[in-house]
């Protein structure tokens, strides 16, 4: 089993910035990748970012530009930086990974969901 543990949300204003962290644990041999997705009320959930441990990186098109993704392998952690939020950016963001262990051969993935936190962009 893993866990994820997010930090890093909270309420910012238009313009400010937020950064986002998540820290994979547990019974882990193998990161691909990782990421984050939100979910704003009634709406459905939609990938911001996501980030293979190749390097490859892909964003939403509404965050291209102002968010970042990076992560630290060493610490199974991936951190998302948010620049110029605007108040529809306001959501709950889920940390997403991609977590595979031995069996005993080949490696088995599956996807681990985080609790979520909450971005709140407002004046």
């Known amino acids: 089993q893993v866990q994820l543990v997010e930090s890093g949300g909270g309420l910012v204003q238009p313009g400010g910035s937020l950064r986002l962290s998540c820290t994979a644990s547990g019974n882990i041999d193998s990161i691909n990748a990782m990421g984050w997705y939100r979910q704003a009320p009634g709406k459905q959930r939609e990938l911001v970012s996501s980030l293979t441990n190749g390097g490859r990186s892909n964003y939403g098109h509404s965050v291209k530009g102002r968010f970042t993704i990076s992560r630290d392998n060493a610490k199974n952690t991936v951190y998302l930086q948010m620049t110029n939020l605007k108040p529809e950016d306001t959501a709950v963001y889920y940390c997403?990974?991609?977590?595979?262990?031995?069996?005993?051969?080949?490696?088995?993935?599956?996807?681990?969901w985080g609790q979520g936190t909450q971005v709140t962009v407002s004046s």
């Open positions: 997403n990974v991609d977590s595979g262990l031995w069996n005993p051969d080949k490696l088995e993935f599956e996807e681990y």
